[in-house]
């Protein structure tokens, strides 16, 4: 089954990224959800996880 969610906006970069051209992520919250993307190439599309999703990742990386 496949959840919908809206089209994310107001994406931004973790104040832990570094500078331009290193490997960095933009993420953008959702109500429900978060999506996530490649700042280096932001037209391949983006990652979307449900919000225990997203709370588990983070909670993991930390």
Known sequence: ???SHPTPT???KSSYSGARDQ???EVA???SAAAMRD???RD???LTFAASEW???LGTIR
């Open 1 to 3: 089954m496949s959840i």
């Open 10 to 12: 107001g994406w931004h």
């Open 23 to 25: 490997n960095c992520v």
């Open 29 to 31: 919250e959702m109500p």
């Open 39 to 41: 700042t280096q190439n």
């Open 44 to 46: 391949a599309g983006y």
């Open 55 to 57: 709370t588990a990742l």
